[in-house]
């Protein structure tokens, strides 16, 4: 069964983006790359909501994950691919998160937004939260699960770090619950 990780950054006060949805607030040091690397490694899909995908596109000509099976969920008929890779679906998210759990293969990336996150959190379909925490206060923006409510989920700890820049690495996993409806 393969796991689906929530992997992201967010400020003390937990947001992901600031009130405009910027994240030029993320800072850290240029000759660290926190563990990334490796985990980008252990990932064989990416899961990514549209306005995510958007920004994306917005920062260049180059596509960062060209090398993964992407998959894209929008409403939006005319949201173009970035690179083969790219599939753009109007499916339910968590039905396509419980379907590639099932099967064999890497890593499932969670990569954003916050509520494509909340829906499956929502759904009970994240394995794992890995959450990097930066040493400012926004004092408002989007939540890292955004609007969504859940009820009380306990968390088991998995493990920490510190690393420059005064960032903090969290890792959690989460209790799995039976889905019949995929």
Known sequence: MRRS???????????????QGGTSWLAGDPATDYGYEDFYQS????LLGRRTYEQMLEMGDFFPYADKEVIVFSSNPHLKSAAECVQITQADPAQVLARLQLGEG????I????????????????????VFIQPIL?????????????????????HSQDWPGGITELRYKLPKRWRADI
């Not at 990780?5 to 009130?19: C, E, K, N, V, W």
């Open 5 to 19: 990780i929530y992997y992201f950054t967010t400020s003390l006060d937990g947001y992901i983006a600031d009130a």
């Open 43 to 46: 990932v064989e899909t990416i």
């Open 138 to 158: 926004l004092g408002s923006g989007l939540p890292f699960f955004g609007d969504a409510e859940s009820a009380l989920r306990p968390l088991e700890w998995t």
């Open 111 to 130: 990569g954003g937004g916050a509520k494509l996150a909340g829906s499956l959190l929502k759904a009970g379909l994240i394995d794992e939260l890995h």
């Open 106 to 109: 890497g890593d499932i990336w």
